[in-house]
């Protein structure tokens, strides 16, 4: 089965940067969309940004667009997600995920999911 492991959250003061990765492993994810969905406590899981696989079109939030940047490199198997100027709102366990068709916001239309990874914005 494919397995999705992100890496890279960790405790930043605002106004800092992150870069997150997602790997891929156990098999292919070549064609499929990828993305990136955020949670808080107490809060529904969000969209943040997606990237389709062979054109690299992209899509983002209205929260982090100008901020954040998802990228992939598909001869790794690899997805990242470039973090910038972060705020304390943006607190949450980072996910990303696999798709087989085009990219969506809508998380329950994605097919492989990681276990996430926890980015703490300070003020």
């Known amino acids: 089965q494919v397995q999705l492991v992100e890496s890279g959250g960790e405790l930043v003061q605002a106004g800092g940067s992150l870069r997150l990765s997602c790997a891929a492993s156990?098999?292919?994810?070549?064609?499929?969309?990828m993305g990136w969905f955020r949670q808080a406590p107490g809060k529904e899981r969000e969209f943040v940004a997606a990237i389709s696989w062979a054109t690299r079109n992209t899509d983002y939030a209205e929260s982090v667009k100008g901020r954040f940047t998802i990228s992939r490199d598909n001869a790794k198997n690899t997805v990242y997600l470039q973090m910038n100027s972060l705020k304390p709102e943006d607190t949450a366990v980072y996910y990303c995920?696999?798709?087989?068709?085009?990219?969506?916001?809508?998380?329950?239309?994605?097919?492989?999911w990681g276990q996430g990874t926890q980015v703490t914005v300070s003020s």
């Open positions: 995920a696999a798709r087989s068709l085009r990219y969506s916001r809508r998380a329950n239309e994605y097919n492989y």
């Open positions: 156990g098999g292919t994810i070549s064609g499929y969309a």
